[in-house]
Structure formats: structure tokens, C-alpha cells
């Protein structure tokens, strides 16, 4: 079975430019997730995903990130503009809707954001 | 809201020696728990989970136990390797939305020969 796959892994770009994070999901999975983990913290969580429909973004921060899930498959995570402390790792997850049970929520190797 | 605490890392250890990694939360209602470990250069994987009380989640060595009147899920091993060497989380979820969690801030372990 195959993974959550994210790219790009690695990038740099200077503050006030944009960027956007890639994920492609489990095959099946209707919930995704967008989480960011900054150096030395747990991940936190940006936006859940159900299917193409927005479940949580309450921790997002709208006036410079946007994420969408066309067609409830892939799903793209932008920021414009970048700033200093957006610095982070950006991690993509996707889980198996789940009825009364826990749906274990398999996580991409992320990508690593620096803003300079 | 929720919240999860971890014991404060760096933790370094001999090969073979014990491994207890403190966890406590707070959360509302009964949230389910886990552990993930995070090797280097790897994404995050669930090592193991606990959804009730008193339950106990287990893997590759690794044991934890829900403890609902300490709101602990503390994470051991007996006899730690090398290869055991990584970053650990604590997270918790509500039951049946197990993605998403709350994380601790990771305790880095490092195995040492």
C-alpha cells in the first residue's frame, strides 16, 4: 500500500513570496489532514479535510493560507505571503472514515519550509 | 481544550537499559491516546494506541497503559537498542477521529552503544 506522498520535501524562499505544499492521500481515505510542526514542537493541526469539504480551520490562518481538496483526492496548501515565522515542517495525513472506531491517521514525511 | 505533556528530553541512554517516557493530558470527555515515533529522515507512524481505560497499547517492545485517575499514558521499554533511537509523541484524539490530534512537543531518545 502505498503512502501519503507530499512534495516538495525541501524549500526555501524569501519572505513575502508565496509557496505551495502538495499531498496526495492513501488511496480511499476521505479525511485529510494539514498539520505544521515547528522546530522543537509537536505538530499542530492547520485543516481537516472530509472529502472535498472543509471539516476544521480553526487554527489556520486565513489572511495568508489557503488550502483546497479538488475533488477529494489530492489536496494543495499555499501561503501568501510568507513570513519569517512560517518556518516550519508541513506534514499531510489521511485516515479511513471510521464508524464508532479509531481510524489511525497515516502522516507524510512532510515538507520542510525555510523563510529567509 | 486539550492539552498533552511530555517529560522535557533530551533522554540518553545505554543499550539495554529501561525506557519510561512520562505523558499526562487534559481532555474533555474520554479521548482516545498514542504514541508516534518519528525516526530520522522518516515521517511521523503511530507506534501504539489505548482508546479506554486501563487499556494497554503495545509494539515492537513498547508498552503504555491508559490510566484515566493519573490521565497518564506513560511509554516503556524494558531493554532499549539503538535502533530505538528517535523522537516520541504523545497525542490524544476523540474517539472515531483519530487525525485529528493533539501532540505533546516530542522527547528526543538517543541509544547509545
Known amino acids: 500500500e502505498a503512502g501519503v506522498a507530499q512534495s516538495p520535501r525541501y524549500k526555501i524562499i524569501e519572505k513575502r513570496q508565496s509557496v505551495a505544499f502538495w499531498c496526495n492521500p492513501i488511496?480511499?481515505?476521505?479525511?485529510l489532514y494539514w498539520y505544521q510542526q515547528i522546530l522543537g514542537q509537536g505538530p499542530k493541526l492547520l485543516i481537516q479535510?472530509?472529502?472535498?469539504?472543509?471539516?476544521?480551520d480553526s487554527q489556520l490562518p486565513k489572511d495568508r493560507f489557503s488550502a483546497e481538496r479538488l475533488k477529494g483526492v489530492d489536496s494543495t496548501l499555499k501561503i501568501q505571503p510568507a513570513k519569517l515565522e512560517d518556518s516550519a515542517v508541513y506534514l499531510c495525513?489521511?485516515?479511513?472514515?471510521?464508524?464508532?472506531?479509531?481510524?489511525?491517521?497515516?502522516f507524510g514525511q512532510g515538507t520542510r519550509l525555510t523563510v529567509v | 481544550g486539550n492539552s498533552v505533556t511530555q517529560m522535557e528530553g533530551p533522554v540518553t541512554l545505554s543499550e539495554e537499559a529501561f525506557l519510561t517516557i512520562n505523558c499526562t493530558y487534559t481532555?474533555?470527555?474520554?479521548?482516545?491516546l498514542f504514541w508516534y515515533v518519528q525516526y530520522p529522515g522518516e515521517g511521523l507512524q503511530l507506534l501504539l494506541k489505548?482508546?479506554?481505560?486501563?487499556d494497554k497499547g503495545s509494539n515492537k517492545g513498547f508498552e503504555a497503559t491508559y490510566r484515566k485517575e493519573t490521565t497518564s499514558f506513560h511509554l516503556e521499554k524494558g531493554s532499549v537498542q539503538v535502533s530505538d533511537s528517535a523522537v516520541y509523541f504523545c497525542?490524544?484524539?476523540?474517539?472515531?477521529?483519530?487525525?485529528?490530534?493533539?501532540f505533546g512537543d516530542g522527547t528526543t531518545l538517543t541509544v547509545k552503544p
Open positions: 481532555a474533555t470527555g474520554y479521548p482516545s
Open positions: 479535510f472530509q472529502n472535498n469539504g472543509v471539516v476544521d
Open positions: 489505548a482508546t479506554k481505560a486501563d
Open positions: 497525542a490524544l484524539s476523540g474517539v472515531s477521529n483519530a487525525g485529528k490530534s493533539t
Open positions: 495525513a489521511s485516515s479511513s472514515t471510521s464508524l464508532g472506531g479509531v481510524a489511525e491517521a497515516f
Open positions: 488511496s480511499g481515505h476521505a479525511t
